[in-house]
């Protein structure tokens, strides 16, 4: 207590300045209109900087919870969608009974917790499994396009084999043709995959969407994946194909799983006429 008294004795001169020109620029303030009103603009200034910046940082603590919650609206919203609606007219959409109604598809979200993409046979592991009704040979897709495929499954987790493996393939097609190939991974770039056995018929050019082919019982026919890079012909026919994949391999956030009710009845069907 000694020491502030003692410094407030030696210096109370210039305390005493400073409280006086303090109290100067506020008489002189509130008596201009023009020094008042840049004193408002600069203070605006000085603390909308700052709440713009606590706001900055509060959106990304709340990144995570605003992606996951828009990720589980998707996957709502395509749970409807995979619904039959022949006879509905009009429906509450916070409240469907699916028992009604015939559905195909069903989504689950899921979060990626591990992504390999610099490896011959990569794999993504994510946070569902088991009890949320995953099993394996599962498509795996988020709003960008084609993932992988679900592989070995645990009760909450699963393994992925992604479109970066080279074990990978998925039938894919052109967006605006009914010409099929096969999608695989050359262990080169992670942003460019290959499309193989596409008849020389088909006409493509650099630029062409593919999507994926429906002509398996894993995804649904029109699932995007990328965008012809470039393309070679050999003895009339195409010896590579270069497809630039929507999505960011290198950076897999949130996932839809996609599980088809009609897959076991495909398959019992086929192998009963293969049989014969």
Known sequence: MQQIISFLDKNKLFILFLLLEFFAIIFTIQSHSFHKSKFVNSANFLTGGVYNKINNFKEFLLLKKENERLNDENVYLKNLLGLDSTNIVQRDLTHVDSLKYKRKYVYTGAKVINNNYRKNNNYLTIDKGSNQGLESDLAVINGKGIVGITKSVSGNYATVL??????????????????????????????????????????????????????????????????????????????????????????????????????????SIEEKSTNE
Do not use: C
Not at 163 to 173: D, E, Q, T
Not at 176 to 190: A, I, K, P, V
Not at 213 to 228: A, D, H, L, Q, V
Not at 233 to 250: A, H, Q, R, V, W
């Open 162 to 267: 992604s479109i970066l493996n080279v074990n990978s393939r998925i039938n894919a097609k052109l967006l605006n043709s009914d010409h099929y190939g096969s999608l695989s991974w050359d262990n080169n770039d992670y942003n460019v995959v290959q499309l193989l056995d596409l008849p020389i018929q088909a006409a493509i050019y650099a630029g062409d969407t593919i999507v994926s082919g429906g002509k398996s019982t894993i995804f649904p026919e029109g699932i995007p994946i990328g965008t012809i890079k470039d393309f070679k012909t050999l003895n009339n026919n195409y010896e590579f194909i270069n497809i630039t994949l929507f999505n960011d391999m290198s950076s897999i956030g949130f996932v839809q799983v996609i599980k088809n009710f009609d897959k076991m009845e495909i398959k």
